[in-house]
């Protein structure tokens, strides 16, 4: 079994950061993908950006390209995405998401789900 543990949310001003992180625990895969995904209120969870820790590339949403940035630590099985230049339009719930096999920007493809950490951008 996998657990995923997010941390890094909260409260922001538009034009500011945060930097969220997932930890996974459990179960090790030889090749998988970890990835983040938001929900706001009234709309369809929605694909932000994922890697590949064991090959595999690294894709982002158009809406956050320039923005946002993924990254990992291996050896700690964690995530990390840095969020700048914050928009109101990102408040939303993150959740963090892992794969067995490489990234993917499916949400459905998607087998590991964290709680989800709340992001609030005021304007």
């Known amino acids: 079994q996998v657990q995923l543990v997010e941390s890094g949310g909260g409260l922001v001003q538009a034009g500011g950061s945060l930097r969220l992180s997932c930890a996974a625990s459990?179960?090790?895969?030889?090749?998988?993908?970890m990835g983040w995904f938001r929900q706001a209120p009234g709309k369809e969870r929605e694909f932000v950006t994922a890697l590949s820790l064991n090959g595999g590339g690294t894709y982002y949403a158009d809406s956050v390209k320039g923005r946002f940035t993924i990254s990992r630590d291996n050896a700690k099985n964690t995530v990390y995405l840095q969020m700048n230049s914050l928009k109101p339009e990102d408040t939303a719930v993150y959740y963090c998401a892992l794969r067995v096999g490489v990234a993917s920007i499916s949400r459905d493809e998607y087998r590991y789900w964290g709680q989800g950490t709340q992001v609030t951008v005021s304007s």
């Open positions: 459990g179960r090790t895969f030889s090749r998988y993908a």
